[in-house]
Nanobody, 116 residues
Framework: QVQFVESGGGLVQPGGSLRLSCAAS????????MGWYRQAPGKQRELVAS???????SYEDSVEGRFTISRDNAKNMVHLQMNSLKPEDTAVYYC??????????WGQGTQVTVSS
């Protein structure tokens, strides 16, 4: 089972930016869709961005135009560039396969806090 380790979170002011990274312990072949998820306190984990083969991306409505997901298959890395951050983006962010049928055990995630 491929394991994922997330990094890059932190405390940022509204309107700021962060770049999250996800390192996979094994190959993330280009035809397997990858996703970034987040879980805010008291809420369910939700998929916010996904990327499939050929670089085709999909975003949850609230982050469309602000977040950009990318992948480096050669380095087994997935990134999430987050711009124009809002307090409602505060959550623990995780990466995993985009398909729930393929999910690996969840990692510890990386905390993103947007606050002035």
């Amino acid at each position: 089972q491929v394991q994922f380790v997330e990094s890059g979170g932190g405390l940022v002011q509204p309107g700021g930016s962060l770049r999250l990274s996800c390192a996979a312990s094994g190959s993330i072949r280009s035809f397997y869709a990858m996703g970034w998820y987040r879980q805010a306190p008291g809420k369910q984990r939700e998929l916010v961005a996904s990327i499939i083969s050929g670089g085709i991306t999909s975003y949850e409505d609230s982050v469309e135009g602000r977040f950009t997901i990318s992948r480096d298959n050669a380095k087994n890395m997935v990134h999430l560039q987050m711009n124009s951050l809002k307090p409602e983006d505060t959550a623990v962010y995780y990466c995993n396969w985009a398909s729930s049928s393929m999910w690996s055990d969840w990692g510890q995630g990386t905390q993103v806090t947007v606050s002035s």
